[in-house]
């Protein structure tokens, strides 16, 4: 560069500094920046509230299935333990019952329940509407009582 070239630029950038426009492109690209900023703090913000809505939900469905099942398994306790006997299909799916209420953590009572339960002997008559209902399930019985 010779001598009014630069000259030339000195002039120009002394002219831009001394009017603001540097200034102004600065204050610019600080107002997006800060802007952008804000809107990803604000992303973030309403993600955690959604995060924590979630949770509060999937807490509150954990919480319900599991007093359902507890109510199912008490049910089942206070029906069958004074009889002393127990259908096998019903102490089957106790146990499933048992497990799943287990797998959420809380069982206390339960434990108890859950070996009374299990120690009762099976139920060795015949009960005609439970073997239908089972055959129909399957599919093995087409009539009607």
């Known amino acids: 560069m010779d001598e009014n070239t630069t000259s030339i630029a000195v002039s120009i950038a002394s002219l831009l500094i001394s009017s603001g426009f540097l200034a102004a492109v600065l204050k610019y690209f600080t107002t997006k920046l800060n ?30 299935v599991q007093a359902l099942l ?46 009374e339960v299990m120690n009762l002997p099976t139920t060795t008559n015949n009960n005609t509407w439970g073997v239908w209902y089972l055959m129909k399930q399957h599919g093995e019985f087409k009539g009607t009582f």
Do not use: T, W
């Open 35 to 64: 802007e952008a900023e804000s809107r990803r703090v604000e992303q973030e913000e309403r993600q955690r509230v959604s995060d924590e809505e979630s949770n509060k939900r999937r807490e509150a469905l954990e919480h319900g």
């Open 70 to 115: 507890r109510d199912r398994l008490i049910a089942i306790h206070d029906k069958y333990v004074p009889q002393n006997e127990i259908p096998l299909h019903i102490k089957e799916n106790f146990e499933n019952l048992y497990n799943q209420y287990h797998s959420l953590g809380c069982n206390g009572v339960m434990d108890s329940f859950r070996d």
